[in-house]
């Protein structure tokens, strides 16, 4: 019984699931942009609430200071309508966002520009109001002015170096355009300590001032950009690595692949290949049920993976009864002949602890381990590639594990990995002299773990 390793896989499905809502970093950026324009609406809110309680209570203590700049009430009255009108504004954006407009959503920048016009447009005719009503000029220097401050600072929130400027500039402009006009040309109050003479120098520089801080939110909101970009762009490489090894390899792995991508494209590598068998398979998924069935591999193949990464290897293939596995590609660490037969051995060992556990059934194995040149790539198409392993490698390892059937053994290695060996690990394994294998033009010295070796690897003291 062998299946494909996208046949095995419905036991992630759920894993590829999420993997297939991958979005781009352009909808990603618009998504964001969304999120900030929400967030800056109920800023906004929140500020312009405490804008009119606070102008209230200092207009209560104040209110003589105020009648003698004013002459009536028609400016508190009016910031107070502005007030109102610009939270209702906002409540207005803020459900629209909510609701997620398909307008927005498509164009989060035009209407960014939009709104931003919006806010500041209404703020100068708050001013215009008051002037025009009250027949004083000093509201143009008074707090409320300040207001367009609090949107030139917001608009950083928009992510937009571009947006910023525009914010300040059009704040400047609108904001010295009628400070001028009415310094100029309304000339009925005079000149007093309350309506001090404003030149139009003062007002320009208080416009100079919009543009200045409209650029560096700009710088700002660039900053911030580039910085989610970086990020984003991280995700989707760390994205593209999921999609192509899926759940095969360790954290340590995934972090060289990143550092070497150029490796993924094609490569000719040396590698160690190791192939596992579970023994009688078949006899056992006859006599059980399926879901017996898969808990066993489960079990089994949960502890082996384990191991298998733990030692820098990457599963590449379950084959329903086993599964091949690649130790030095796509990214080599340490020495890949040792990590694949202290892996070999370790399998081994944990599978006999569980065995006397009781958390498997009586369970015999083959591994075959063969080390030589590979070719190692992406293979695919644009829906759906598969890092690959093709070689006479390859198949060398899968012939060597075939062999453990006829002489009875659990681990077979060729004499490439054996050579390669340190002195302790090598002396668990007896030479079984050299065999004929499909494939291969000469003959191939192999090395098997014997059974007493095994006993001694079963007894050793093995760490969860």
Known sequence: MRITLMDYSVMNNEAQKQRQKIISLEEAFNIEIVKSERLRAIILIGILAIEALFLLLIYSFYQNEYLLMFKSHIAIYAILIFTSIMIVYESIVLYLLGNRSKFIFVHPKFFGYINSFSEVTLLSILLIFIVEYSDQTIILLAPAALTYFVFIVLSTLRLNFKLSIFTGSLAAIEYILISIYYSTYFTSVP???????????????????????????????????????????????????????????????????????????????????????????????????PEEVVTYLNTLFGFMIDIVQSHHGVINQFLGDGFMATFGAPVSIGDIRQHATEASLEIISKMNSEIVKGSIPETRIGIGLHYDEAITGNIGSSIRK?????????????????????????????????????????????????????????????YKLEEMNSQVIKNRDYED
């Not at 594990?401 to 053994?409: D, G, R, V, Y």
């Not at 050579?419 to 294998?437: D, K």
């Open 191 to 289: 000149v007093d300590a309350a309506h001090p003479d404003l030149s139009g120098m003062q007002y320009i520089g208080q416009g100079l001032i919009m543009i200045i801080t409209g650029v560096a939110a700009g710088f700002v909101a660039n900053l911030i950009k580039k910085k989610m970009s970086v990020s984003w762009k991280s995700i989707e490489e760390k994205n593209e690595v999921i999609d192509l090894f899926g759940q095969q390899i360790s954290p340590q792995i995934a972090d060289n692949i990143l550092k070497n991508r150029n490796e993924l494209s094609g490569a000719k590598k040396h590698v160690c290949i190791m192939f596992l068998d579970i023994r009688k398979f078949t006899p056992y998924v006859e006599r059980h049920q």
């Open 386 to 446: 598969q890092y690959s392993i093709t070689g006479r490698v390859v198949v060398m390892a899968s012939r060597i594990e075939q062999l453990n059937k006829e002489i009875n053994s659990q681990l077979l290695i060729s004499k490439e990995v054996y050579n390669q060996l340190n002195s302790a690990t090598q002396s668990v394994f007896t030479g079984i002299g050299t065999s004929n294998i499909k494939g291969s033009t000469r003959p191939v010295s192999l």
